[in-house]
């Protein structure tokens, strides 16, 4: 798939914001006045910037509006809702935090669930697609939601917590790329499968479909070196997980602190360009960016 840099912002950065705010409904860290206005400053820049940034991926950006009229069978309208019920709820009730020093528990668990919820339908939106093998599994939602908590951990300043997440979406995401790996070639789609003409023969392409570059080549067809991923991944992995834990490890000081956070997003960014760079739409076939599954 075509890794367009507004999606990969949208993902990195509303995931890591409303990890924050996760976080922050459950009561961590307990602060209130001016102290509690600045992590919601920060949680919503970063979850609402990445949501806005979403929007330039659009054909249509001014028809985003009408994502709300089909919640009854799109993610993409269930998670425009939740996000919506989230913020609006973690709004007030980090207004009662800021103004009245007061925290409304239900209030936050709920507006938790529901920050929660908006990565998890963001999650669905690929991992229903059936045509991308590599998506299609519960280790994505279990990517994106394990790197959305051990952001928000990181950016809370939970630090046990934050050592004992960036740990575990280290493992689902060597898993992610493992398991991805193989997705496409057990999913036993080829050329013959697709056109239903293996009855008769061994199929191949006559001839490429297009002279030129269309829609569906720029989108779906995007092909990545072997010895590039791994050395990204390499790169994604240190970034994300290692640095950031062994700053944590350390004592503690606010500019280690600092540098795992940025560390962390900055390894983020790469995992989640990897998650579209290397993820395969079986409409390849008909290009010739694969010839069979394996």
Known sequence: MHPALSVIFFSTFSGLGFGLLVFLGLGYPGVTGWSAFAFFAIAYILAVGGLI???FHLGHPERALKAFTQWQTSWLSREAWCAVIALLLMATYGAGLVFLETRWTI???VGALFSLATVFTTSMIYAQMKTVPRWHSPLTPAYF??????????LAGQVTWAVILLLV??????????IGDKAFAQSGT???SATRLGNIGKVRAFEPPHTGTNYLKREFVYVIARKHAQKLRIIAGLLMVVLPLLLLLLPFNHYFALLAVVSHVAGVFTSRWLFFAEAEHVVGLYYGARTQAG
Do not use: N
């Open 53 to 55: 940034s979403s929007t």
């Open 107 to 109: 209030l936050g668990i």
């Open 145 to 154: 939601l394990s790197l959305c908590i051990a952001g928000g951990a990181l």
């Open 169 to 178: 979406a280290g493992v689902i995401q060597i898993f992610t790329w493992g």
């Open 190 to 192: 080829d050329i013959a």
